[in-house]
């Protein structure tokens, strides 16, 4: 028996110290570009997550997954280069050379961004402006995980794109009396004209990314596997799927409007206990009576963890209803499509007198998995 603990022992070590937290838990590429346009100068804040630059152009000396101040300096040219040539600012088809201003290194509450500011010549009415962005080339392991949250301040007006997979242009015509929208791009317009509200870019985008979040997001499709793993009443599943929307919707919505907020990786590391706790439910509890009520508590701060992607963003309050609620209702249609596919087959086995082997080897599958995250979250 302690030869086996031993084992176990040297198995989740060797996994802390080989398995990529990043990868195993969100795998996800971000980017928050700010376009700010006026009468008197174009501008053009471009930030992204550190180890997406890593992943891009390297720097990290000394491996730890990280890049410090000193990696960045040493790497400076390479990186503007880099983003010179990726991402791209056009006005009526000609490519606008942009002066650097600045470049720097800021530090968040959930990952460290390097942020590079350029200036350009002011637009004028009539003026098509377009921005192509070509971080990570089809086919490279970030493409389809590499997303680019624009925000665009065209006098006084705001307007938000989700630049993303193959779609990644976005363009404007600065109009006086009209706006022009390329079809999935964001629209704008002058001040001094009413501005119709047009959310149909902000529905799909991010119901697209709501969706793209949890397919990519291993630890939460882990926790909702545990979750239905154990043999339970189709009334049991129905509630336990319930509580669980019903929770993450309410930390998801409150984390995004500022009123909750946990350190990062406090709720990553609640997450992986999450997974813990349930697989060892499924392994040691002889009846499953109050699964909802477990379910509801990990899920709300399941839900903390849905939104930080969206609470970066800093979307104004007149976009924020309809990036939140798309966003979750993203999150919805993959989970309620994931559970319409499982729930059918594991209740096809259910009446087998094997399943109770297939519960507890699923189950310290899961729990070793999520205790992996646990210590890498907590210590790494």
């Given at each position: 028996?302690?030869?086996?603990?031993?084992?176990?022992?040297?198995?989740?070590?060797?996994?802390?110290?080989?398995?990529?937290?990043?990868?195993?838990?969100?795998?996800?590429?971000?980017?928050?570009?700010?376009?700010?346009?006026?009468?008197?100068?174009?501008?053009?804040?471009?930030?992204?997550?550190?180890?997406?630059?890593?992943?891009?152009?390297?720097?990290?000396?000394?491996?730890?997954?990280?890049?410090?101040?000193?990696?960045?300096?040493?790497?400076?040219?390479?990186?503007?280069?880099?983003?010179?040539?990726?991402?791209?600012?056009?006005?009526?088809?000609?490519?606008?050379?942009?002066?650097?201003?600045?470049?720097?290194?800021?530090?968040?509450?959930?990952?460290?961004?390097?942020?590079?500011?350029?200036?350009?010549?002011?637009?004028?009415?009539?003026?098509?402006?377009?921005?192509?962005?070509?971080?990570?080339?089809?086919?490279?392991?970030?493409?389809?995980?590499?997303?680019?949250?624009?925000?665009?301040?065209?006098?006084?007006?705001?307007?938000?794109?989700?630049?993303?997979?193959?779609?990644?242009?976005?363009?404007?015509q600065i109009s006086e009396?009209?706006?022009?929208?390329?079809?999935?791009?964001?629209?704008?317009?002058?001040?001094?004209?009413?501005?119709?509200?047009?959310?149909?870019?902000?529905?799909?985008?991010?119901?697209?990314?709501?969706?793209?979040?949890?397919?990519?997001?291993?630890?939460?499709?882990?926790?909702?596997?545990?979750?239905?793993?154990?043999?339970?009443t189709l009334k049991q599943?129905?509630?336990?799927?319930?509580?669980?929307?019903?929770?993450?919707?309410?930390?998801?919505?409150?984390?995004?409007?500022?009123?909750?907020?946990?350190?990062?990786?406090?709720?990553?590391?609640?997450?992986?206990?999450?997974?813990?706790?349930?697989?060892?439910?499924?392994?040691?509890?002889?009846?499953?009576?109050?699964?909802?009520?477990?379910?509801?508590?990990?899920?709300?701060?399941?839900?903390?963890?849905?939104?930080?992607?969206?609470?970066?963003?800093?979307?104004?309050?007149?976009?924020?209803?309809?990036?939140?609620?798309?966003?979750?209702?993203?999150?919805?249609?993959?989970?309620?499509?994931?559970?319409?596919?499982?729930?059918?087959?594991?209740?096809?086995?259910?009446?087998?007198?094997?399943?109770?082997?297939?519960?507890?080897?699923?189950?310290?599958?899961?729990?070793?998995?999520?205790?992996?995250?646990?210590?890498?979250?907590?210590?790494?």
């Amino acid at each position: 028996m302690t030869q086996n603990y031993r084992k176990i022992a040297v198995f989740v070590l060797l996994a802390c110290l080989l398995f990529p937290r990043e990868g195993f838990a969100h795998a996800f590429s971000a980017a928050f570009n700010t376009l700010n346009l006026s009468k008197n100068t174009t501008e053009m804040i471009y930030s992204i997550d550190a180890l997406s630059v890593i992943e891009g152009i390297g720097g990290d000396k000394n491996d730890d997954g990280k890049l410090s101040e000193e990696e960045l300096k040493a790497n400076k040219i390479r990186f503007q280069e880099w983003v010179e040539d990726s991402v791209v600012l056009e006005v009526n088809g000609k490519q606008q050379a942009g002066k650097i201003t600045s470049l720097k290194l800021e530090k968040t509450k959930d990952k460290d961004l390097v942020t590079l500011t350029f200036k350009y010549p002011a637009y004028t009415v009539g003026d098509t402006v377009k921005l192509l962005d070509g971080i990570f080339y089809e086919g490279s392991r970030n493409f389809d995980t590499y997303t680019d949250f624009l925000k665009v301040n065209s006098d006084g007006q705001v307007s938000e794109a989700v630049l993303q997979g193959k779609n990644r242009e976005w363009t404007m015509q600065i109009s006086e009396n009209q706006q022009e929208q390329q079809p999935g791009q964001a629209t704008t317009q002058k001040a001094d004209t009413p501005a119709p509200t047009n959310n149909t870019t902000a529905w799909s985008s991010f119901l697209a990314l709501g969706a793209k979040h949890i397919l990519t997001g291993y630890d939460h499709l882990l926790f909702l596997f545990a979750l239905l793993l154990r043999r339970q009443t189709l009334k049991q599943y129905i509630t336990t799927i319930t509580a669980f929307t019903i929770a993450h919707s309410i930390t998801l919505t409150l984390a995004v409007v500022g009123i909750a907020d946990l350190p990062s990786r406090i709720v990553e590391s609640l997450i992986a206990f999450s997974i813990c706790y349930v697989a060892l439910e499924n392994i040691f509890r002889k009846q499953i009576m109050y699964r909802w009520a477990v379910t509801f508590f990990f899920g709300l701060i399941h839900g903390l963890g849905f939104a930080t992607i969206l609470r970066e963003m800093s979307l104004p309050k007149s976009h924020l209803a309809i990036a939140l609620i798309n966003f979750n209702v993203g999150i919805e249609l993959i989970q309620l499509l994931l559970v319409i596919i499982i729930v059918p087959i594991l209740m096809k086995f259910q009446g087998r007198m094997s399943y109770r082997k297939i519960i507890n080897g699923g189950s310290v599958i899961i729990f070793l998995l999520g205790f992996v995250w646990l210590i890498q979250r907590l210590f790494f």
